[in-house]
């Protein structure tokens, strides 16, 4: 018996190797062939046909959504790929919505949906809070450019608060990016984000902070500092800052802050249980508590 590409069909039970090769799923269900249409026939116009069939008639609804949504995001269909998944992701399992979120983040930003992002991305925050996140687990098994690796609790608590970071950041609101990217640094510190945090910094006038941070980078006291391009926005940030190294103004304008009270205790209260050593509230916290007693007034 011949498959549809006219490829022999192994014994039953044995892998294609064919299809171990190209990393595809063996037999032919709607879902392989749009596999196989976009992987090695690379015809993304006809994996998307094949991907809707697969939905469908509930083949592998999981996987079929969130390729689909890749696919449609690298034909620039961006706003198509967000309205499939929030009107099909009822049709996937629980254990399939964290993915789909954050395909979902990623088409929000690619298009400028910048507020849906912010939201999205305080919902995951809360979930980790919550002990929600990774299904409760303290690891998740996650893959990039086909290998697996196990992501910690922290680290991806660190990488969303990055994302929300850099969001905030697109909409000006430095005051909020640089507590996120504070708190990121708390829990896993990186020269990339280290060097955001130094723009946030520079954007409010506080060029003594931002040289401070862009040293650390530059001395390598940061991991990733060794990284050729963290080394380069550094220098490059180190040149923005110099020229206009004076004390503070201290007359800044007060953006609205856009952090909920419950998120910033949920977060408190996960650096606590992180680090029981610590055990006062942190200095950032304080100051915010100041910004809005000011805005208030």
């Known amino acids: 018996m011949e498959e549809s590409s006219g490829r022999k069909s192994s014994r039953k039970g044995d892998k294609d190797p064919f299809c171990v090769l190209h990393k595809?799923?063996?037999?032919?269900?709607?879902y392989v062939r749009a596999k196989h249409a976009q992987l090695v026939e690379k015809d993304p116009e006809v994996a998307?046909?094949?991907?809707?069939?697969?939905?469908?008639?509930?083949?592998?609804?999981?996987?079929?959504?969130?390729?689909?949504?890749?696919?449609?995001?690298?034909?620039?269909?961006?706003?198509e790929a967000i309205e499939a998944i929030k009107s099909f992701r009822s049709l996937c399992s629980k254990h399939a919505q964290e993915s789909l979120d954050n395909v979902l983040i990623d088409l929000y930003k690619k298009?400028?949906?910048?507020?849906?992002?912010?939201?999205l991305l305080k919902q995951k925050l809360r979930l980790i809070y919550q002990g929600e996140?990774?299904?409760?687990?303290?690891?998740?098994?996650?893959?990039?450019?086909?290998?697996?690796?196990?992501?910690?609790?922290?680290q991806e608590t660190s990488r969303i608060l990055g994302n929300l970071?850099?969001?905030?950041?697109?909409?000006?609101?430095?005051?909020?990016?640089?507590?996120?990217?504070?708190?990121?640094?708390?829990?896993?510190?990186?020269?990339?984000?280290a060097c955001n945090l130094a723009l946030c910094l520079i954007k409010q006038a506080?060029?003594?902070?931002?040289?401070?941070?862009?040293?650390?980078?530059?001395q390598g006291n940061i991991p990733g500092s060794e990284d050729c391009k963290a080394q380069n926005r550094a220098q490059e940030l180190m040149l923005e800052v110099e020229p206009r190294w004076l004390p503070p103004s201290t007359k800044m304008?007060?953006?609205?802050?856009?952090?909920?009270?419950?998120?910033?205790?949920?977060?408190?209260?996960?650096?606590?249980?992180?680090?029981?050593?610590?055990?006062?509230?942190?200095p950032i916290f304080e100051e915010i508590s100041s910004y809005r007693n000011q805005v208030a007034c």
């Open 24 to 30: 595809l799923p063996s037999g032919d269900t709607p």
């Open 111 to 119: 298009c400028g949906r910048i507020d849906e992002q912010i939201d």
């Open 165 to 193: 970071g850099w969001a905030y950041m697109q909409k000006s609101n430095y005051m909020a990016a640089e507590v996120v990217y504070k708190k990121a640094q708390m829990i896993d510190p990186d020269a990339n984000k």
């Open 253 to 282: 304008k007060i953006a609205r802050f856009d952090l909920e009270d419950d998120l910033i205790d949920g977060l408190e209260k996960l650096l606590n249980e992180w680090a029981p050593s610590r055990t006062k509230r942190l």
């Open 48 to 79: 998307i046909v094949l991907f809707w069939k697969a939905i469908n008639a509930g083949d592998r609804v999981d996987s079929a959504l969130k390729d689909m949504a890749i696919v449609m995001k690298q034909l620039d269909r961006t706003e």
């Open 206 to 218: 506080r060029n003594s902070e931002a040289h401070s941070i862009l040293n650390e980078v530059l």
């Open 133 to 154: 996140a990774f299904n409760g687990k303290p690891t998740k098994t996650a893959r990039s450019h086909g290998k697996k690796f196990q992501v910690s609790i922290k």
